[in-house]
């Protein structure tokens, strides 16, 4: 009986949160919602977002099966081809003295840096990134980076 009283509670609060949120809506109001969920989603960048210091450029870092990915994005955070050919990351654990040291190189189509060098987690520690051109007159001047990484 008791649990009966709890179910339509729980249902009448449901409709009345609904009702107060305006989400009984026609199909057409639906789609809207949608289709303005589907473009805000598609503006993402995955991961976290790290401000280049080249104006309307943007890079995405995070971990993708173990591995580091950073990828490049446009103003737009739309996906471009990487303009640096590598990068290299160090970061300080709590396991271990000397701090670990992953190189990436450029992988699938070309968006993205890639390593095979295994992140251990817990993902959570300072991590300071160097983007290198490939072309040793170039990379004097290189673009450096330091962030809080959490994964």
């Known amino acids: 009986m008791k649990l009966s009283r709890l179910i339509i509670v729980c249902i009448m609060a449901t409709s009345l949160g609904c009702l107060a949120q305006g989400t009984y809506g026609t199909k057409a109001d639906?789609?809207?919602?949608?289709?303005?969920?589907?473009?805000?989603?598609?503006?993402?960048?995955?991961?976290?977002?790290?401000?280049?210091?080249?104006?309307?450029?943007?890079?995405?870092?995070?971990?993708?099966?173990?591995?580091?990915?950073?990828?490049?994005?446009?103003?737009?955070?739309?996906?471009?081809?990487?303009?640096?050919?590598?990068?290299?990351?160090?970061?300080?654990?709590?396991?271990?003295?000397?701090?670990?040291?992953?190189?990436?190189?450029?992988?699938?189509?070309?968006?993205?840096?890639t390593s095979a060098f295994v992140v251990r987690p817990p993902y959570n520690f300072r991590l300071f990134i160097v983007l290198l051109t490939g072309d040793s007159e170039k990379d004097k001047n290189a673009e450096t980076y330091s962030v809080d990484f959490h994964g």
């Open 30 to 113: 639906k789609s809207v919602q949608n289709a303005k969920t589907e473009a805000k989603s598609e503006a993402e960048i995955p991961g976290m977002t790290i401000e280049r210091s080249i104006p309307g450029k943007l890079l995405g870092l995070q971990v993708l099966g173990g591995n580091f990915k950073l990828s490049f994005y446009d103003k737009d955070k739309q996906p471009v081809q990487a303009d640096m050919k590598q990068a290299v990351m160090r970061w300080r654990v709590n396991y271990q003295k000397a701090e670990e040291r992953a190189l990436l190189d450029v992988g699938g189509d070309g968006t993205f840096l």
